[in-house]
């Protein structure tokens, strides 16, 4: 089946066009990110997103809002946090004001990695969307995902 089975209606083709889209970019990044770095997307997303928080008010980000920035489950997203802990990519803490809380902050060695796998992601994403925008089915999502501009966070 294809997004432009004349059998789906046009929001089922959409979805199935951009399901296409995401399937084929995230598999490029994976073998990627893997052949050079031993990372999967997934850590690799994990600690980008790990790495963007700072120390004060609203800083560090709770097991939840993490698992919902990487598109896992809270288990699947500790699950993740403990092989890259293990790894020593990542080290987990007690927050000082709520005993309850665990932070996890990317380590030194975690930093060097994802500084060294960042151009890696950037380019098989790239090589990703431009073999897409050859599909007459996946082009015009591609133009959408060039052009669009997320606002940077006050």
Known sequence: MTATDPGLTALAQSWCALSLLHGRIEAHIERALQAKHDL?????????VLSRQHNGPGGHLQMKQVADA???SQSATTRLVTRLED???LSRYIC????RGI???VTETGLALLTEARPTNDGALREALDEAA????L???VRTVE??????PA
């Open 87 to 89: 790894r020593g990519l």
């Open 96 to 99: 000082d004001t709520d005993r």
């Open 139 to 141: 082009a015009p999502l």
């Open 103 to 105: 932070y996890t902050d």
């Open 134 to 137: 050859k599909n007459a089915e």
């Open 40 to 48: 999967s997307v997934r850590e690799y997303s994990l600690l980008d």
């Open 70 to 72: 990487v598109v896992l």
């Open 147 to 152: 052009e669009l501009r997320i606002p940077s």
